[in-house]
């Protein structure tokens, strides 16, 4: 996907040596008996020549002289002939025109570079190999040599010398924040070796040894107007050096927070007022969309899936005569979806699945009647969405021997999280029972504990395609009996515990952990009819970034509904701290709804999670502090155009719900499609 490139070349050539070869071999004896002269004027000349023209070494040459300012170049160069001209095709190709536009040819793909000639042995495609190291985000070119390109895919940086008919990767990936995308990238016209890059939350860096070590320009207190707090800076879609003025830099903020003009020898910074006509030279934003949105059959699922807003409800909830009482709420409140446990945090199936490897794991946990709940919802107009957790999956780690599970570098045994954790220390009875018995004997003594490391998260490989198929059939069977969504969550990997020390066992070649999710979530919706959603971290669609795999821009091209959890509670207090933590939360849910929609560019639907809890500091507010606390998201939620949201209280007691929401929630009931309508043909 194309963040900002540029699309008007400044015009300044080099200049072509015609017939230079056979005139220097039809005159070499004449010159060297009758001419002497001549040849130490030309020797002279082509000493010369190079200090003013480009330096013909590699990329990171030590000897390769700094260019001469952009005015004295163009003087040198005079050529009528057009300078190489640059632009993105919808499908991230860069392509590159040498006669002024008139005709355009791709240009060599990164991904040749970015994947290992095993990978290409296999024939993976590139995108499914390696989504963050092979797809072009940005380009940038050096306005005095316009054959010098430079291109950025989400974590890698690349060089052409060559108007991008060969590429070499410029070292950044270990020297800046690994999470974030590189959303922008020019090349000095001043120094072949200086290069900037701005990224989606970590600042502008520049480097003059061609990444042999960076800068983080943007740290500096003339700056700091787009630092957000939390180490986190605001996005950098665009960033130019002024062709005419090297103290002159010019970037553009994401999300509509402006243009700027920043001169590095005074620190003033301008913003640019492109309402007015002022500009920036060759700064043009182009979105590429990331699929075709006119696919009728992802415009309707898309449709189907808006306008939903509802409650969750546990698998314990959702049985016997529990679950009529949380039908009733949600359509007393005005709510017209479910989102129920049917794959539950531990792998267990709370419904009676036939999946053969689910019985064959013990994975089958009953506890409500899958189609009588589909049936009581859909009587009242309910929609019903089955939550499926997908990668910490405790019953098919243990499956066959652990064999699916993620493995741990040092000990060679399936990764898991573990924490010290108080634990009932077993009871036994005098004659040596444990259990119940012992229980019943030692009912009158003190309860004790003891301090013990335990498991606490268990996690299949997300590079499986066992793995795979399992959660995919569990999902085409939930389809079956009728639900009309299908949730993943859990969708990422393992955020906590000695994460460096996961190993996989069926990584391909080249494939990354975006792409593992990515072709998860691809063979899934080749696989399903119903819409298709996903829960992920706040964060996670507030910037671009590969944190954990949770790439939405991605993703987005395989899913109709993205769910954020921009739960107020988890974002950093240093976060826009200089707001009140109440009104911070419709600031939230606003503005993180608003850009994720940008982040997706209409490839799916944002219905974010709404913090229905109360934690920490917070469990001391009062009712009307938390029922303002709740509406200031859902007003959020509201005012940035969210299809829908989902109140999230694990335990199912909505007590923040303390006056009826009906407000907030009949203008999306009104206009859903309703349930039971959500396959497409």
């Keep these: 996907m194309v963040y900002y490139s540029k699309l008007e070349s400044l015009g300044v050539e080099c200049p072509k040596l015609s017939g230079g070869r056979t005139i220097l071999r039809n005159t070499t004896r004449r010159i060297v008996l009758t001419a002497a002269p001549l040849i130490v004027i030309l020797a002279g000349a082509l000493l010369v020549l190079p200090r003013l023209t480009t330096s013909s070494a590699e990329p990171g040459d030590p000897s390769a002289k700094a260019r001469p300012a952009a005015s004295v170049a163009t003087d040198v160069r005079k050529s009528p002939v057009a300078a190489p001209q640059y632009r993105m ?28 000639t095993e990978a290409a042995a296999t024939g993976i495609s590139a995108r499914e190999t390696s989504p963050s190291s092979s797809h072009v985000l940005s380009y940038g070119w050096d ?58 939350f970590n600042g502008i860096f520049e480097t003059t040894n061609l990444g042999k070590s960076w800068k983080e320009i943007s740290d500096t207190k003339a700056l700091r107007f787009f630092y957000r707090g939390a180490g986190f800076w605001e996005e950098v879609t665009s960033v130019d050096y002024d062709p005419t003025n090297p103290s002159i830099l010019s970037f553009t903020l994401g999300y509509g927070y402006g243009t700027f003009r920043w001169d590095r020898s005074t620190g003033a910074v301008t913003k640019v007022d492109t309402s007015a006509g002022d500009s920036v030279a060759s700064m043009t934003s182009v979105a590429a969309p990331l699929l075709d949105t006119a696919n009728a059959q992802a415009q309707q699922r ?52 036939h999946v053969p490897t689910a019985r064959s794991a013990g994975a089958v946990r009953p506890l409500f009647d899958a189609k009588n709940l589909i049936a009581q919802a859909h009587a009242k107009g309910i929609y019903v969405i089955a939550r499926m957790v997908v990668f910490k999956d405790r019953e098919l780690y243990s499956y066959d021997d652990g064999k699916y599970a993620l493995f741990d570098s040092t ?27 012992a229980t019943a004997v030692n009912a009158d003594a003190p309860k004790k504990t ?23 059939a569990i999902a ?46 691809k063979k899934a919706r080749q696989s399903l009819t119903v819409p298709i959603s996903i829960d992920v971290y706040g964060f996670n669609s507030w910037y671009r970034t590969v944190y954990l795999g949770q790439d939405i821009e991605e993703l987005s091209r395989y899913v109709d509904v993205i769910c954020p959890m921009f739960y107020p509670s ?23 709804t608003r850009r994720a929609e940008d982040i997706v560019h209409g ?79």
Excluded: C
């Design 89 to 116: 095709t919808a499908d991230d190709t860069l392509q590159v025109s040498l006669d002024g536009g008139g005709s355009y040819a791709d240009t060599t793909p990164v991904a040749l570079v970015a994947t290992s």
């Design 143 to 200: 306005s005095a040599v316009p054959s010098r390109v430079a291109v950025t895919t989400a974590d890698t940086l690349y060089l052409s010398e060559d108007h991008g008919s060969s590429w070499s990767e410029i070292p950044i990936k270990n020297q800046i924040n690994s999470n974030v995308k590189l959303t922008s990238v020019d090349l000095s016209p001043y120094d072949r070796n200086t290069m900037v890059v701005g990224t989606s």
């Design 302 to 353: 898309m449709k189907v899936a808006s306008n939903r807003v509802g409650i969750y409800v546990s698998p314990y909830n959702a049985q016997g005569d529990r679950l009529p009482g949380y039908l009733d709420f949600a359509k007393k409140e005005g709510l017209n979806s479910i989102v129920v446990d049917f794959k539950d945090d531990f792998g267990y199936l709370r419904y009676d699945s």
């Design 411 to 437: 000990t060679n045994r399936p990764w898991g999280v573990f924490r010290k954790e108080e634990v009932p220390v077993v009871q036994k009875s005098e004659n040596g029972q444990t259990g119940s018995a």
């Design 450 to 472: 003891e301090l013990k490391t335990v498991q606490v998260e268990w996690w299949v490989d997300p590079y499986s395609q066992f793995v795979w198929d399992y959660n995919i």
């Design 476 to 521: 085409k069977e939930l389809q079956t009996l009728g639900v009309d969504e299908i949730q993943f969550d859990y969708i990422r990997f393992p955020s906590d515990g000695y994460v460096s020390r996961i190993v996989s066992h069926y990584k391909k070649p080249g494939m990354d952990r975006v792409g593992a999710l990515s072709g998860f979530l």
């Design 570 to 592: 988890h974002f950093s207090r240093e976060f826009y701290q200089n707001m009140s933590y109440i009104d911070r939360a419709q600031f939230i849910y606003h503005e993180g």
């Design 603 to 681: 490839s799916a639907v944002i219905r974010p999670w709404v913090q229905s809890f109360l934690i920490g500091g917070e469990l001391k507010f009062d009712e009307p502090t938390y029922w303002t606390y709740l509406t200031n998201q859902l007003t959020g939620a509201a005012e940035g155009k969210a299809a829908g949201y989902t109140l999230w209280n694990a335990s199912g007691h909505y007590y923040m719900v303390a006056k009826p929401i009906t407000g907030f929630t009949e203008p999306y009931s009104s206009s859903a499609v309703p349930p039971g309508n959500s396959t497409t043909p």
